[in-house]
């Protein structure tokens, strides 16, 4: 089925959601060292994304987890948790590694929103009633992980009834062989598989 991006990214009614693009998971030191090699060249298209949203006036949402010194309040229920828990780099609310990456801003108009719990940037948090107030309909899915949260993200979107498009080459995860087959056999199925280039050209369009 043949989809108008245009329409459907139009700004009054979209938002670029980052997932976790922050100074620790996707920068020097990482919770994730892995995850933030692979990362690294997804970065430089997120940011692009949010700076052609402002300029269109559509919203750009960045979304980052954090994590107690004492972690009370965060999950411990899995082995990521555990995971992150023990790694040498503090999550800590209000810290430079719970902070967006400097490529993204954030600028004035952008919002920011931590969580301490859980593996998705919408569920149980204030994402969703944040975007509602902004009127936002259709998300732009930016950041990691393919394997996790940003698997999350689409899902919860959808099933709150949000237009979803995803740019790959916007998302990042591993191995590689993984991420692409999620991306064919499972977020195909939910959002609109497209590219960077591809949601820029729809706001620079007149």
Request: hydrophobic share 50%; aromatic share 2%; proline share 6%.
């Amino acid at each position: 089925m043949a989809v108008d991006l245009a329409a459907l990214v139009e700004p009054v009614h979209t938002a670029v959601v980052t997932s976790e693009v922050q100074r620790g998971v996707v920068g020097e030191p990482s919770v994730l060292p892995a995850m933030a090699e692979v990362a690294r060249p997804v970065v430089a298209n997120v940011a692009r994304l949010c700076t052609a949203a402002r300029a269109a006036e559509a919203k750009v949402v960045h979304c980052v987890a954090a994590r107690r010194a004492d972690g009370r309040g965060s999950n411990v229920n899995a082995r990521l948790f555990h995971a992150v828990g023990k790694a040498p780099v503090a999550l800590l609310p209000g810290s430079e590694e719970a902070g967006v990456v400097p490529e993204l801003g954030p600028e004035e108009g952008d919002l920011v929103l931590c969580r301490l719990h859980g593996l998705s940037p919408m569920a149980g948090t204030d994402l969703d009633p944040v975007l509602r107030n902004l009127g936002v309909s259709t998300l732009v899915v930016t950041g990691v992980s393919v394997n996790v949260g940003v698997t999350n993200l689409v899902m919860d979107a959808v099933n709150r009834g949000y237009q979803v498009v995803v740019p790959a080459d916007a998302v990042a995860g591993l191995p590689a062989h993984y991420v692409d087959a999620v991306l064919e056999h499972t977020l195909a199925l939910l959002a609109t598989i497209t590219t960077t280039e591809a949601v820029v050209g729809a706001w620079r369009a007149p």
